[in-house]
Each structure stands twice: as structure tokens, then as C-alpha cells.
């Protein structure tokens, strides 16, 4: 995903201090860093309705710079489901509702599927560095076939009384991309370091140059953010050249494990990409499967925390269905309860609630209005998510709306939904993510393993003697709303009962014994 993963990075003070305009500004990079905007156009139609603002920079002072999302819903209950509003000198198209978002992203996808041109990041459209390459294919299942045992690991860690499971569902989800990219866990922490320190530079709420975007021309001496960036790239090119040269090596002596690299060894010639698209390919592969993934866990744990009784149907059916063994992948058909909570959470705390802007490349008319070329068009997930249209009391977290047969949004067989492919927040039309399949599968399998081994709850502040509360309403200045602990949110994981703490510990230091691989990261 090129410009969908924007980091978990703790706010910068300087962030936080800023002048609101200058925060607003932060904001609405988040959803474009393009381009040319007074560019030519010809009319095909009425003005769409706006928020209005100055000329060139907008209605700035009325942005919730670090939730704009918020600010899109407000202005969408004032002006409509499709409006456009200027800010910046940037002309966005901001779409509200799943049906407009389905007639323009995807109806129209042959001119609305370019990307917006990021500021600083450079080529990032035409270097062929950032071409996200996915097969579909028989890979899934040997990745999928990891996703259990890494599972395991995770609660085993958090069984070992670990305080920070927010930096433990970062690891897992940066070992689980660096098995599914380069076949082993073992550049974890650099692929990690390399995939927060992009998002970071394409984020807003990271960079300057990426708001005021005039800024990238100035020479690098006079603009520290092109030096950060140069340095950046640097450490990005020796981390993949580094994990993709031991992958050769490895897949020469034989013993590479099934993974996008093995993949594009055994295809080389098919695939036509050069090395250098390969490996970056592969490398971008590994960045965008950590940050997109963390998010939906982290934010599953603090729902499910704040709804034990969510944890208690969910456990219920486990047992039921699994008589007291771990979930894997295919068990999905028999877990609609957890598939329920796990989509809930997704829409409830939309892990990218601006969604990913698309850029139009053509004027276009949409139902009487005029949609002007070079707008970037922002499909909203956080207004369709908390939409009271399209879902009833959309401010409440409740799976049974999957679950409950009078619901608008029961769908049979259940064995197959409720289910998060097809979500919005996946995006629209041609640039649709392609992680889907896998996305499901990692979800599905580490919540089961949690909701198997574990009581969530939250832990209480012992100065004022309440539970810690955090509300998932709120995001970072970044597009992707990592949590850290610097939420100062506590979780604590129980055992469900000593027994089953004994048993995971038992297939823990089994699961060791029998696995081969160096337990290690290695340093990239
Ligand atoms: C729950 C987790 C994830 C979410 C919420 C998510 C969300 C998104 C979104 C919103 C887009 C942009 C869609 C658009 O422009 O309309 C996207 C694109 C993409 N995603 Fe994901 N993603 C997730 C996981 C993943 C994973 C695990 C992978 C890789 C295995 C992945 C690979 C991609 C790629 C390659 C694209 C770019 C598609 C393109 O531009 O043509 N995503 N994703």
C-alpha cells in the first residue's frame, strides 16, 4: 500500500504545540500529497457543495488537525455525502457513503486510480522502489501455516507477565512480514525500524515538507526533512539489499522458506521485474503488512478489554467448537462470534478512518455535480463506519449486529461472514488493498489464541483509584492509529485457568524444540 501506512510514532512535543493552523495543515497532508491543483478543467456540471475558507488555504481553522476524519463526518452531516473542500491549495473530494464511494472509486476506477504525488518521498510513483507486488497463490498457505505458531509465541509472551502488549503486537506483526517477505523472522526489528521511519516521512504529523509541500525545493542544506529523508532511503536500501542478498543465499543452498522472495526466485524469469523492483517490491511487501495489521489488534484488545462479555461468547464458542485446542486458520468456518467481534472492532475504531486518497486524472460528473481533474478523492472510512444510516447506533460497539438475524447486517452462510474482506476500510475500485485473505487470517488466528489463553481487562490507575480509559475515537496525526503505551492505557491478560496457562507453556517449549530456526533476530 503506497501511502497507506502512516506511523505509530509517539507525537513530537513541537507536534502537539503547534499553532492550530499549523496543525491543521499537519492534517490535511494526511490525505494527499499532491499536486498540481490549479491545473485546467473543464466544467461538466454544478460546483459540488464546500465548506468554502479562503482562496488557497481553506477553512483551516475549523479542522480537528490531528482527527480530521472527525471534521469530514461534521462536515458531511452539514453538506452531504459528497462534498470538496480546499485546503492547502489542495483540492479534495470527500466522499461519505459506501454507495458513492462504490459509483466513483470503482465504477470510475479507469481514471480515479492514480496516487497523489508524495512530497518528499521521491518516485514514489514512477521508481518502480514502491510497486507493491502480491500473488495470490499457494504461498497463503504456507504463510497462513505460520501465523499459528507465532500466535502461540505472542501469548506466551504475554503469559510471561510481559507490561507491554502494545510493543509485543508490533513484534508479532513485524515477524509474521518478515517470514511472509523474506522467509525467516529474523530481520524483524530492522524491517520494523525501516517500515515506522517510511511511515513517518509520508506522514504528516512526521514531516513538515510533506504539509507545506513548496518546502521540497529548497536544497537539502535548508531543509533538514530532505536530509532526514536521504538518510532514510539510505537505511532502506541496505536493510532490503541486506535481507534480500541472505534470502538468494539461503534460496541457493536450498533451505529458503515459502515466502514472496522464494516466490520471485522460482518465477524469475516470468515475472519480468528486474532485481531491483524485486527486492523492493518485496521489501514493500514487508512494510505494509506490519503498521496495517498492529492497528486492528491493538484496537481488538481495548474493545474486548471494555466488553468482557464479548470475551465471554467468544470463549464460549471456542470450546464449543475447538474442544480445547488452539485455533488455526481453518477453523474460520466454525468461529462466526469471533469473526463478528473482530469486524466490529474494524468498524467500530476504523484503523484507517481517512482511508487512502486516490487522485482524479480526469474531470468527471457525478449525478449533476462537477468533479474536478487532479482532485485527490478521499473515501472516509470513518463517516461510512459510524454512519447511524447504515448502522444502527453506530457510536456502540456491538458484533451481534453480524450475529442477530433481524439485523440489516446479518448475512448467511456463517460460515463464511461475518467477514472483514470486502470492508471499506480495504478501499475501492482498482487500488483495493491486496492483503485481505491474509489480513483475515492473521486477525482471526491471534485473537483466537488470545481469547483461548486469556481474560482481558483493564488495569486500574492506582492514583484515582478508576479504570485507565482510552478512547479509540482519537486518533495520532498519522492516518494509521497505532497505540503505544504512551497511551498510558493498561491491559492486564489473566490466564483463563492455571491448567490452560500449563498447557501453553507445555506447547511453547515444544513448539521451541521442534522449530529449527534461530529464535534470534538477527541484525540487518
Ligand atoms: C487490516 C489490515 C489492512 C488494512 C486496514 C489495509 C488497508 C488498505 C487500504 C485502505 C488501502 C488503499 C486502498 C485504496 O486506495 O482504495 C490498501 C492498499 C494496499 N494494501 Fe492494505 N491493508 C491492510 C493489510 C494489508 C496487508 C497485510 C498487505 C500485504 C500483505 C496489504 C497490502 C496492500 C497493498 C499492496 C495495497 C496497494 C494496492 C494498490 O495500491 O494497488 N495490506 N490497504
Given at each position: 500500500m503506497s501511502s497507506a501506512q502512516l506511523t505509530m510514532l509517539t507525537v513530537p512535543v513541537e507536534v502537539m504545540t503547534l499553532h492550530s493552523l499549523q496543525l491543521a495543515t499537519v492534517a490535511v497532508v494526511v490525505l494527499s500529497f499532491a499536486a498540481k491543483l490549479f491545473s485546467r478543467s473543464r466544467k461538466v456540471g454544478k460546483p459540488l457543495p464546500t465548506p468554502g475558507g479562503s482562496p488557497w488555504a481553506g477553512p483551516v481553522w475549523a479542522v480537528e488537525a490531528a482527527n480530521i476524519y472527525k471534521t469530514f463526518k461534521t462536515w458531511s452531516e452539514k453538506f452531504g455525502s459528497l462534498y470538496e473542500v480546499k485546503l492547502f491549495g489542495q483540492n479534495l473530494i470527500i466522499i461519505s457513503d459506501p454507495q458513492i464511494a462504490k459509483e466513483i472509486l470503482a465504477q470510475k476506477a479507469k481514471i480515479v486510480s492514480d496516487r497523489p504525488t508524495l512530497a518528499l518521498i521521491k518516485g514514489s510513483k514512477d521508481s518502480g522502489k514502491y510497486l507493491p507486488i502480491l500473488g495470490h497463490n499457494d504461498q497463503h498457505n504456507n504463510y497462513h501455516g505460520r501465523m499459528l505458531p507465532e500466535a502461540t509465541r505472542f501469548v506466551h509472551q504475554l503469559l510471561e507477565k510481559h507490561d507491554d502488549p502494545f510493543m509485543l503486537v508490533d513484534q508479532l506483526c513485524g515477524r509474521l512480514s518478515s517470514r511472509m517477505a523474506f522467509?525467516?523472522?529474523?530481520p524483524r526489528a530492522a524491517i520494523s525500524r525501516s517500515a515506522h521511519n517510511f511511515m513517518q516521512n509520508l506522514s504528516p504529523g512526521g514531516q513538515t515538507t510533506n504539509v507545506l509541500t513548496f518546502l521540497r525545493h529548497l536544497p537539502t542544506f535548508l531543509n533538514s526533512d530532505k536530509h532526514n529523508e536521504a538518510m532514510r532511503v539510505d537505511i532502506e536500501d541496505r536493510v532490503w539489499y541486506g535481507c534480500y542478498d541472505k534470502a538468494k543465499a539461503a534460496y541457493e543452498n536450498g533451505t529458503l522458506k515459502p515466502s514472496y522472495a522464494k516466490y520471485y526466485f522460482d518465477q524469475r524469469e516470468k515475472t519480468g521485474l528486474t532485481e531491483h523492483e524485486a527486492l523492493h517490491s518485496i521489501g514493500m511487501m514487508a512494510t505494509v503488512s506490519i503498521l496495517t495489521l498492529i492497528a486492528p489488534l491493538q484496537r481488538w484488545l481495548v474493545v474486548m478489554a471494555e466488553h468482557p462479555e464479548w470475551q465471554v461468547a467468544v470463549q464460549k464458542e471456542l470450546d464449543e467448537a475447538l474442544q480445547g485446542r488452539m485455533a488455526d486458520y481453518f477453523d474460520s468456518p466454525k468461529l462466526p462470534v469471533l469473526r463478528a467481534t473482530i469486524l466490529e472492532s474494524m468498524r467500530y475504531a476504523s484503523p484507517v478512518p481517512t482511508g487512502i486518497p486516490h487522485r482524479l486524472e480526469a474531470d468527471m460528473e457525478y449525478n449533476g455535480y462537477h468533479l474536478r481533474k487532479n482532485s485527490n478523492v478521499v473515501a472516509c472510512d470513518w463517516s461510512m463506519c459510524r454512519s447511524n444510516k447504515y448502522y444502527k447506533d453506530a457510536e456502540t460497539f456491538n458484533p451481534s449486529r453480524y450475529l442477530d438475524p433481524a439485523s440489516p447486517q446479518y448475512k448467511e452462510p456463517l460460515t463464511e461472514f461475518p467477514k472483514i474482506q470486502g470492508h471499506t476500510v480495504f478501499g475501492w475500485g482498482r487500488r483495493v488493498c491486496a492483503g485481505m485473505e491474509y489480513s483475515a487470517t492473521q486477525l482471526l488466528v491471534v485473537c483466537a489464541a488470545v481469547s483461548y489463553s486469556f481474560n482481558i481487562d483493564i488495569a486500574t490507575d492506582p492514583k484515582t483509584n478508576q479504570r485507565y480509559h482510552l478512547s479509540l475515537d482519537d486518533a495520532t496525526p498519522h492516518a494509521i492509529p497505532v497505540l503505544s503505551q504512551e497511551t498510558g492505557l493498561k491491559l492486564l491478560f489473566s490466564p483463563q485457568s492455571e491448567s490452560r496457562a500449563e498447557e501453553l507453556r507445555d506447547t511453547y517449549r515444544l513448539q521451541r524444540e521442534q522449530d529449527k530456526e534461530k529464535e534470534e533476530e538477527e541484525c540487518y
Open positions: 522467509g525467516t523472522p529474523a
